[in-house]
């Protein structure tokens, strides 16, 4: 059964820099890619960034500059690091994995931003 795990939502302030881990566990075949995504309440789910197998990534022209999505050698553990944050970037962000066959998705975890 796969399961993705994020962790390193929390409380900052604007300017601040957080970073999101999902560790992903279970066999999945054929992974497309790997990414974040989030939802602000009232507004429908957005994408953040993705990583492909091949390591070709893409943003959301709101992060852009800002956030930077990795992840480590075993292709197992994706990141988003998130720096000069703003309010406007509180949401609930999701782990995501894309694979041929479907989506997976973690249960969230909230990043709040204050002013």
């Known amino acids: 059964q796969v399961q993705l795990v994020e962790s390193g939502g929390g409380l900052v302030q604007a300017g601040g820099s957080l970073r999101l881990s999902c560790a992903a566990s279970g066999s999945i075949f054929r992974v497309n890619s790997r990414g974040w995504y989030r939802q602000a309440p009232g507004k429908q789910r957005e994408l953040v960034a993705t990583i492909t197998s091949g390591d070709n990534t893409n943003y959301a022209d709101s992060v852009k500059g800002r956030f930077t999505i990795s992840r480590d050698n075993a292709k197992t553990t994706v990141y988003l690091q998130m720096d000069s944050l703003t309010p406007e970037d509180t949401a609930v962000y999701y782990c995501?994995?894309?694979?041929?066959?479907?989506?997976?998705w973690g249960q969230g975890t909230q990043v709040t931003v204050s002013s």
């Open positions: 995501n994995v894309r694979g041929i066959f479907r989506d997976y």
